[in-house]
């Protein structure tokens, strides 16, 4: 909740503020959003050599840490390289304590059950738009200004993600004596760990590039993060065409409240179905929202955004659960945390690019409609993409 809320998700509430005060245009500012995701993307597999080799406590305290150092560099800004800067490193610190420490912990602690697990703490994204949508916008931003909003979310990373890291977090269960599932070993031998039988341990990175599958679900993540230039773009959007703030902020508090109901959903249905087809749905009600969202214009009713906030939200929840399920399912366990990571640098590289491309557009046309059926149109090709995917036959 502290890594999205602070990072990346709060990023399109200070898009005008940074317009209005400092006179960069949509572009120079998306570009740090486009930025922000690419070293996610770069640093994820090396991430998740890390967890691999020093336990997901010490990377995510770190990650937090650096997360802290670019808040309050953010809050500092008068130049373009400044506000650049300080994104890198909150994108490393997003890389470290995110998506993929939190899935590979989950992983590492739940089997039979493990995309319902995946679900709930992927809850953590939906709710973080929940508190910091109104937080950022309402009330930070209005009442204290965008650098001491910045200063703000650094305090709350620093106060919240480092404790919980630090005094909370436990890699595996072994470190414990148990195994997945709370079954409790027969010794108190940690390094029995591993050695329950398995039909499917999993395959190398080496022998995972050269599969059909982990292209057909890479290049299916780049299209589909492409519509982060939707959600990154909705805010300003719904403002320039004469929405009052408060209307625009619960789009994005809609979409983030159904979003983490659906993250449940989808690691739920990732137990009973092919994560595949999990993923195929949430792709459909994404590119079912762009649709609406394109739709909506200065004398569109309220219920018409709801009405998108509500589909869209549906189909953000997808991602984190399928994404992980797709991954553990398709390759297995045995190079997780370095798999998840290179799938997170196709999943960033997308949505990096879509927020950039409906900057540039934006600036180029005055105007956000071609962006958006392009985004959606991308998101649509994803659905054979990753229809297609088959496990490798065979594995080392």
């Avoid at 679900?119 to 931003?141: D, H, K, P």
């Avoid at 039909?199 to 299209?223: H, N, R, Y």
């Avoid at 906030?309 to 189909?315: E, N, Q």
Wanted: with cysteine; hydrophobic share 50%.
């Amino acid at each position: 909740m502290v890594s999205a809320g602070c990072g990346g998700g709060a990023f399109s509430l200070f898009v005008k503020p940074l317009e209005g005060d400092l006179g960069w245009n949509r572009t120079e500012i998306m570009a740090a959003f486009t930025l922000f995701f690419f070293i996610i993307g770069i640093s994820s597999p090396f991430a998740g050599g890390l967890v691999d080799r020093y336990g997901a406590r010490k990377v995510i305290s770190t990650g937090s840490f650096i997360m802290v150092i670019g808040l309050v560099l953010l809050s500092q800004v008068n130049g373009l390289w400044h506000f650049y800067l300080g994104y890198v490193l909150v994108g490393v610190g997003s890389t470290a304590n995110g998506p993929l420490a939190s899935s590979y912990l989950v992983s590492h602690w739940f089997r039979k059950r493990r995309g319902m697990a995946i679900g709930i703490v992927s809850m953590g994204m939906g709710l973080s738009g929940i508190i910091f949508a109104f937080l950022v916008a309402v009330y930070l931003i209005p009442h204290l200004g965008w650098r001491n909003a910045y200063l703000v979310l650094a305090a709350i990373t620093g106060g919240v993600a480092i404790p919980l890291s630090l005094f909370v977090v436990q890699t595996k269960p072994a470190d414990l004596g148990l195994y997945p599932d709370g079954e409790v070993l027969e010794t108190a031998n940690g390094d029995q760990f591993g050695k329950k039988p398995s039909t499917f341990e999993g395959v190398s990175l080496k022998f995972a590039v050269a599969t059909p599958a982990f292209w057909l679900i890479g290049v299916s993540l780049v299209l589909n993060h492409t519509h982060l230039g939707i959600l990154q773009n909705a805010f300003p959007h719904l403002s320039d065409i004469g929405f009052p703030v408060g209307i625009a902020a619960s789009a994005i508090s809609i979409t983030s409240v159904i979003g983490s109901l659906s993250f449940f959903f989808f690691g739920w249905l990732c137990d009973q179905i092919s994560p595949k087809y999990a993923a195929a749905m949430g792709l459909g009600s994404i590119a079912l929202g762009i649709f609406i969202f394109t739709n909506i214009g200065p004398r569109s009713p309220v219920e018409l955004i709801w009405l998108y906030a509500i589909i869209m939200g549906f189909g953000m929840g997808s991602w984190m659960p399928t994404m992980s399920m797709l991954t553990s399912d398709t390759f297995g366990m045995a190079s997780y945390g370095t798999l998840f990571g290179v799938m997170s640098l196709f999943q960033n590289f997308g949505g990096g690019a879509g927020p950039l491309i409906a900057g540039y557009l934006y600036d180029s046309m005055n105007t956000y409609y071609w962006a958006f059926i392009l985004i959606l149109a991308m998101v649509v090709l994803a659905i054979p993409l990753v229809l297609a995917v088959r496990r490798p036959v065979h594995g080392g």
